[in-house]
């Protein structure tokens, strides 16, 4: 049985369903999946879907001490692995001082999931997302001997770039959500083989056609007009606009109700908002939604608001239509 090593930053997270649904499917398909994880989700959904699909999480904040001296033992009797990477951070390249000496805190820390994994007997390592986990994958990969490999979005790739010539070198192969990404990695690291750069899109599940309504006319039944937002609460989302609009509704005495499905950081500032507003009555906050759930309220919504100032390719979209 193929045993894979699948790490992420932080997991399970409820704005990224789709790493335990790949999780989920590598197993269904029988490979024996070590879930992993850099550090505990900063906002885990209560009963998660996505967390009852997964056995087991290594978590790499729960240091042990000697684990970590086993940890420094592996990477100096396996030096060799692993000082091409430490050349590349101390001596090579133009990054900051500052990004240089997380690096090597990541190299620890690669080190310290390759002990982790001693025991497995992993096959192979992928990594979700190319913010410094894959550096952590990498490392662990090397000392271990095994493949190693990574799942790369629009952020990744435009945002927080760093390393990624040594990390698309010693991949094994890599996977992108579009094909506008996989030509900027091929522009932007010409000395990467085509060939191991693939695109796998991010997709919604379809409606059987005997779910769609038979009229595409909107029958509210004297409902109140529904308006929804789907996504994290981060700023990012934008959800403040939302509500300094839903206040201009209320303005001019239109009749509607807008319900906000997420949760995040920015909750409290929303809330003060939106009572500052007065729209107690008009707005509401849903928090976490599953996302089996989620379909009832896109059916029920008039509309549908999303009101990011950045997005790569929004799943809600899709789900929404």
Not at 175 to 182: A, E, H, K
Not at 294 to 315: K, M, N, Q, W
Request: proline letters at 4%.
């Amino acid at each position: 049985m193929l045993t894979i090593a699948y790490l992420a930053n932080e997991f399970p997270v409820s704005v990224e369903p789709y790493v335990g649904d790949e999780i989920q499917e590598l197993r269904l398909r029988g490979a024996h999946v070590i879930a992993g994880r850099v550090r505990n989700p900063r906002a885990q959904a209560p009963h998660s879907p996505t967390a009852e699909k997964t056995a087991e999480v290594l978590c790499l904040e729960r240091f042990r001490p000697l684990m970590l001296l086993r940890a420094l033992a592996l990477a100096v009797r396996r030096w060799e692995r692993v000082s091409g990477l430490l050349a590349r951070v101390l001596l090579q390249g133009r990054e900051p001082p500052g990004r240089r000496m997380r690096a090597l805190l990541h190299t620890c820390l690669g080190a310290y999931y390759a002990v982790q994994l001693q025991d497995y007997e992993v096959d192979h390592i992928h990594v979700h997302h190319g913010y410094f986990g894959s550096w952590v994958a990498m490392v662990a990969a090397r000392l271990l001997g095994v493949g190693f490999s990574l799942t790369l979005h629009g952020s990744d790739l435009l945002l927080k770039s760093a390393y990624f010539d040594t990390k698309l070198k010693h991949c094994r192969f890599c996977i992108t959500i579009s094909d506008y990404n996989r030509r900027f990695i091929l522009q932007r690291f010409p000395a990467v083989r085509p060939e191991k750069v693939f695109v796998s899109r991010l997709g919604s599940d379809v409606l059987a056609s005997a779910e769609f309504p038979r009229s595409t006319t909107v029958n509210r039944g004297g409902r109140s007009f529904s308006l929804l937002a789907v996504g994290r609460l981060h700023a990012v989302k934008d959800h403040a606009f939302l509500v300094r609009a839903c206040a201009r509704l209320c303005d001019r005495e239109l009749d509607f109700q807008c319900a906000i499905a997420g949760e995040g950081a920015e909750r409290q500032r929303l809330e003060l908002l939106i009572r500052e507003n007065g729209l107690q009555d008009r707005v509401t906050l849903l928090g976490h939604v599953d996302q089996d759930r989620l379909g009832s309220l896109y059916r029920r919504a008039d509309l549908v608001v999303l009101t990011s100032r950045s997005e790569g390719i929004p799943l809600v979209l899709m789900e929404a239509m």
